[in-house]
């Protein structure tokens, strides 16, 4: 792929992870999310943290089975973005939902244990995003390919996280789409048997 080609794949990716933001402040500055701004805003931003999530992991399958070099200049960034997302949707749960009550959230988390897996879910990105840099990589050794399998983890508790809270509604479309998506990309990570004979030897590759 040449230098321009990453360029615009890089940017797209900048592009797929700031522009939600800037829609969410919008409409969280123009009114577009009452009567319940707080809930539309943590809803949109923890959907999006999923979407970004689930197009990180799609990078690596779509590499193997297009031959394209792009997803690997875009794959960190889509999972930083992610991050990103993660974080603002617990910001908005912390700051916003409870009023950054901390001793309610406890009580909170009994009463609704969605809050817990999605707690868990944002802890285990923590350590990935801080270690994804190739710094890391080689610091870490086959030791960074192990922690950055809990990415699949973290997508698994992501959607759980996303079903606990819509089934109430009864309008499962979306989260089913999700989970769809989700088996699809693991199955594509099946050993074929052509890989399954490749010995080792190579940097371990990044997350996703």
């Known amino acids: 792929m040449t230098s321009v080609g990453v360029r615009v794949a890089r940017g797209a990716a ?3 992870g700031a522009l939600p ?7 969280t500055w123009t009114g577009a999310y009452e009567p319940d ?3 539309a805003l943590a809803d949109e ?6 979407r970004l999530l689930l ?3 799609a990078m690596r399958p779509l590499r193997r089975l297009m031959g394209w070099r ?5 794959r ?7 991050f990103v997302h993660a974080s603002l949707h617990l910001g908005v749960y912390l700051g916003l939902d409870q009023y950054g009550i901390w001793a309610e959230i406890p009580r909170d988390i009994a009463e609704r244990p969605f809050v817990a897996v999605g707690l868990a879910a944002w802890l285990l990105l923590v350590p990935l995003a801080v270690t994804s840099t190739r710094g890391w990589m080689r610091r870490l050794g086959r030791r960074w390919q192990a922690l950055h399998r809990l990415v699949y983890l973290v997508a698994a508790l992501g959607l759980l996280h996303q079903w606990w809270i819509v089934a109430p509604k009864a309008d499962l479309t979306r989260p089913l789409a999700y989970l769809a998506i989700f088996v699809l990309l693991m ?3 099946l050993p074929s048997p052509a890989r399954a004979g490749r010995g080792p030897g190579r940097l371990p590759e990044r997350a996703g």
């Open 37 to 39: 701004p707080i809930a």
């Open 45 to 50: 931003s923890g959907e999006w943290a999923l």
């Open 55 to 57: 197009a990180t992991l």
């Open 21 to 27: 933001l800037v829609l969410m402040g919008w409409r």
């Open 187 to 189: 199955a594509l990570r």
């Open 70 to 74: 792009w997803p690997l200049a875009v």
């Open 14 to 16: 900048l592009a797929a």
């Open 76 to 82: 960190r960034r889509l999972g930083l973005w992610a």
